[in-house]
């Protein structure tokens, strides 16, 4: 193992003598000033959330349906429901603008039997709502599926990166073909 150490020695030895401490600082400062900015534009995953499960113990049976985890929309849904937080089930709260990206899920309504395709969509411009959070992953594909992945912060592509609350939007009726 003495050669290796003699490799390594060698190397290090050469990397001194060609680079400057004050080299090494700036590039040290470049890798981190780019790791800052590009870290907020990358997804991440808020499935830490899960834990908290299904919302509200007994304040849940007072709620209304579409404040409530269990509720026919809410089949595949990640995150703070906008109808908790401000908004309604299919709109975003005031001070907040819908995601530019989604995710969709498909939800059987047990009133008329049929199975309608909805899209979930992220409220993004203020700090979490921190109420009715829901995790129910009915359907949900890998990551490499992203239209079908929930996990991911979907106000990347919007003005501000930051999450509040996730509403969903009948897009119309699921086909059997």
């Given at each position: 193992?003495?050669?290796?150490?003699?490799?390594?020695?060698?190397?290090?030895?050469?990397?001194?003598?060609?680079?400057?401490?004050?080299?090494?600082?700036?590039?040290?400062?470049?890798?981190?000033?780019?790791?800052?900015?590009?870290?907020?534009?990358?997804?991440?995953?808020?499935?830490?959330?899960?834990?908290?499960?299904?919302?509200?113990?007994?304040?849940?049976?007072?709620?209304?349906?579409?404040?409530?985890?269990?509720?026919?929309?809410?089949?595949a849904i990640d995150g703070y429901l906008c109808s908790?937080?401000?908004?309604?089930?299919?709109?975003?709260?005031?001070?907040?603008?819908?995601?530019?990206?989604?995710?969709?899920?498909?939800?059987?309504?047990?009133?008329?039997?049929?199975?309608?395709?909805?899209?979930?969509?992220?409220?993004?411009?203020?700090?979490?709502?921190?109420?009715?959070?829901?995790?129910?992953?009915?359907?949900?594909?890998?990551?490499?599926?992203?239209?079908?992945?929930?996990?991911?912060?979907?106000?990347?592509?919007?003005?501000?990166?930051?999450?509040?609350?996730?509403?969903?939007?009948?897009?119309?009726?699921?086909?059997?073909?």
């Amino acid at each position: 193992m003495k050669w290796l150490d003699d490799v390594i020695e060698r190397s290090t030895r050469a990397a001194a003598q060609r680079t400057s401490r004050r080299s090494a600082l700036a590039r040290m400062g470049r890798l981190l000033l780019g790791s800052a900015v590009a870290l907020p534009v990358l997804p991440f995953d808020r499935s830490a959330h899960a834990a908290a499960g299904h919302g509200g113990g007994a304040a849940k049976s007072k709620a209304p349906a579409d404040q409530q985890c269990d509720y026919w929309r809410y089949c595949a849904i990640d995150g703070y429901l906008c109808s908790c937080c401000g908004g309604t089930v299919n709109s975003c709260p005031p001070g907040t603008e819908p995601s530019k990206v989604s995710w969709i899920g498909t939800c059987r309504n047990p009133a008329d039997g049929k199975d309608y395709l909805i899209s979930y969509y992220d409220c993004c411009g203020k700090n979490s709502c921190g109420r009715c959070l829901c995790n129910t992953n009915l359907g949900e594909r890998p990551a490499y599926r992203i239209t079908l992945h929930n996990d991911i912060n979907w106000c990347m592509g919007s003005t501000s990166t930051m999450f509040h609350c996730t509403a969903s939007l009948v897009v119309g009726i699921a086909d059997k073909k």
